[in-house]
């Protein structure tokens, strides 16, 4: 089991940018995707990022052009970076590590097994 914790979130207005952290307590291989999730309120978790190794990365169609997803092995850590914020884009947001090696660029969170508790996010318009 990997262990995951969220940082980063908060409060900012449309148009303003945040950078999410995720400490692993280690990374799994770099055959299994991590990724970044989000909760709105009343709404299913749906897939916002995901990366495997250096450059193999997804991203849903309304955070592409916006948000950017990387990693620093050094420092076990998954970061996503969130510019041009929408009022929409407030939720709660997760990072997760796969179940599986290879499985995860669809974007599923039933593809994911391992979450971290989540940073809340809020876009003020």
């Known amino acids: 089991q990997v262990q995951l914790v969220e940082s980063g979130g908060g409060s900012v207005q449309a148009g303003g940018s945040l950078r999410l952290s995720c400490a692993a307590s280690?990374?799994?291989?770099?055959?299994?995707?991590m990724g970044w999730f989000r909760q709105a309120p009343g709404k299913e978790r749906e897939g916002v990022a995901v990366?495997?190794?250096?450059?193999?990365?997804n991203y849903a169609y309304s955070v592409k052009g916006r948000f950017t997803i990387s990693k620093d092995n050094a420092k076990n850590t998954l970061y996503l970076q969130m510019n041009s914020l929408k009022a929409e884009d407030t939720a709660m947001y997760y990072c997760?590590?796969?179940?599986?090696?290879?499985?995860?660029?669809?974007?599923?969170?039933?593809?994911?097994?391992?979450w971290g508790q989540g940073t809340q996010v809020t876009v003020s318009s």
């Open positions: 997760a590590a796969a179940s599986q090696p290879w499985i995860g660029y669809n974007l599923r969170p039933a593809d994911f097994g391992n």
């Open positions: 280690r990374f799994p291989p770099s055959t299994y995707y």
């Open positions: 990366i495997r190794g250096v450059d193999m990365t």
